[in-house]
């Protein structure tokens, strides 16, 4: 791996990471957990996507553009800035300084840092209760559609049970009255032959 396509601050920590973003303060490569630490300082720094860098600015500067020939060695905290010792005796004499080394190794336990990890834990513990949640819902939700099923095909059987018994009340109501008329007819067809047989034996008798 090239050293412009290493994070600057990991690579002082004898980590390597890849280079996302271009931190125009610090002016160095950072990486993505870096460039999101660099965003969090009390005064954020401008951080820009690496592929909008000129080749040429990629190459990790290590010397002060305020004053020529000085190595930039020191950190500034108040002003979350790297300077150079010249820096040190014009512009920072009572704000509090830490070496750059010391700085850098730091970077990954900082507070920024920190709150972020503890952010995405909890972002993550939020995405799997809601996860959860969102099963627990959808076997509730397969229960009730049984359940509903079930208590459909109940329904139905009652329901065809009350509509066969009243198709067999209707059947058995009109078979005893067809029953009751054939058999009056029976007893009418035979009260007519015995009166027509009547009227024959009093025609002879004339």
């Not at 020191?74 to 010391?102: G, M, Q, R, W, Y």
Request: with cysteine; hydrophobic share 30%; net charge neutral.
């Amino acid at each position: 791996m090239a050293d412009n396509e290493v994070c600057a601050g990991c690579r002082r920590d004898n980590e390597e990471e890849k280079t996302v973003s271009w931190c125009n303060d610090y002016d160095e490569p950072v990486c993505r957990p870096c460039s999101k630490v660099h965003r969090r300082f009390v005064i954020p720094h401008d951080i820009v996507d690496i592929k909008h860098i000129p080749n040429v600015k990629k190459v990790l500067s290590k010397t002060c553009k305020d004053h020529a020939g000085h190595t930039l060695i020191f950190f500034c905290v108040n002003h979350d800035e790297i300077v150079c010792p010249a820096c040190l005796s014009e512009s920072h004499k009572e704000c509090d300084i830490n070496h750059i080394e010391k700085a850098a190794n730091g970077i990954k336990e900082s507070s920024a840092l920190h709150d972020l990890k503890e952010r995405i834990h909890n972002q993550k513990g939020i995405i799997e209760k809601v996860k959860g949640e969102y099963i627990e819902l959808s076997s509730k939700i397969d229960q009730d559609n049984k359940q509903q099923h079930k208590r459909l095909i109940q329904l139905r059987s009652t329901i065809d049970d009350r509509l066969n018994r009243l198709e067999k009340n209707i059947d058995t109501h009109y078979n005893q009255g067809f029953d009751r008329i054939s058999s009056n007819t029976e007893q009418l067809t035979s009260l007519a032959q015995i009166t027509e047989a009547n009227l024959q034996i009093l025609k002879r008798q004339k």
